[in-house]
């Protein structure tokens, strides 16, 4: 990484000690080396450099490109940030990414494509999937609260309480055949579970009282048959007050594609 980053993300961790309440935990689950993917919900502008200071690892961070403006702009050109226009999946973008991610760095990604103005977890956008589809990295699931409450000119003194979450990484099995836009809106679900997990209930938003749905293609027919004819309620249970994580819960999509991931690693060492 550029050496303007590391001493900007040291700036920004002290700023943000001093102004707010900033807590981080799970950075023992952030792999030290080679590929990965973090994913996290967005609330503010500033989610960017927190996670920047937050995360034990250089990010290059997918960035919009009104952020490349002044007076800000280059600063992120600075640290290395890669511009893509909000709302598009452009070739030439996803290009970029899997260059990083083929370098062993860090790819940093807002799945929602634009902050949630009401501080609750918008439906994800397919190009995170498609990334970590044809990339087969790692993916790390990250969880903001708190930085919605820094608007304003007196919000500092107010010193909100900030978290950043760390979940477990992940990954998505390796397929052959052709990704279309069902099985891409399946994985991004998927995807986008692993964040909502990690948030309190009222940020989960839509992904807050989702089922547990199959990702078509990658499940076998049964769990498809039980989905279409109706089955127990598979909600996921509010947090546990006392540890403050939800406990885990049978999904169809989570032990699918865990079962598929399993048997590509069995392939891959027997070869």
């Not at 995170?128 to 589809?133: G, K, L, N, P, S």
Request: hydrophobic fraction near 35%.
């Amino acid at each position: 990484m550029p050496a303007f980053y590391h001493i900007a993300t040291a700036l920004v961790g002290l700023l943000f000690r001093a102004f707010t309440r900033c807590q981080v935990s799970g950075r023992e689950n952030v792999p030290a080396t080679g590929p990965l993917v973090l994913v996290s919900n967005h609330l503010n502008n500033a989610d960017i450099p927190l996670l920047a200071a937050s995360i034990p690892r250089g990010i290059v961070f997918m960035a919009k490109e009104e952020l490349f403006r002044p007076p800000a702009g280059w600063a992120i050109k600075a640290c290395g940030a890669l511009r893509v226009r909000r709302g598009a999946v452009e070739a030439s973008s996803l290009r970029q990414a899997l260059d990083v991610l083929k370098q062993g760095k860090t790819l940093g990604v807002y799945p929602e494509g634009t902050r949630s103005r009401t501080g609750r977890l918008q439906t994800g956008k397919p190009g995170v999937a498609m990334i970590a589809r044809h990339s087969q990295a790692p993916i790390s699931p990250v969880a903001v609260t708190g930085t919605e409450k820094m608007a304003g000119a007196w919000w500092w003194l107010r010193r909100p309480r900030v978290t950043v979450s760390i979940g477990k990484t992940f990954t998505l099995p390796s397929r052959s055949g052709e990704t279309n836009k069902e099985s891409l809106t399946a994985l991004t679900t998927f995807i986008m579970e692993h964040i909502a997990e990690l948030l309190p209930p009222d940020y989960r938003g839509v992904y807050g009282r989702t089922l547990s749905r199959p990702a078509y293609g990658i499940c076998d027919e049964r769990d498809l048959q039980t989905e279409r004819s109706g089955s127990p309620d598979r909600r996921r249970p509010e947090r546990d007050e006392g540890s403050g994580t939800a406990p885990a819960v049978a999904s169809p999509v989570r032990d699918g594609l865990s079962q598929s991931a399993a048997v590509s690693k069995g392939d891959s060492r027997a070869g």
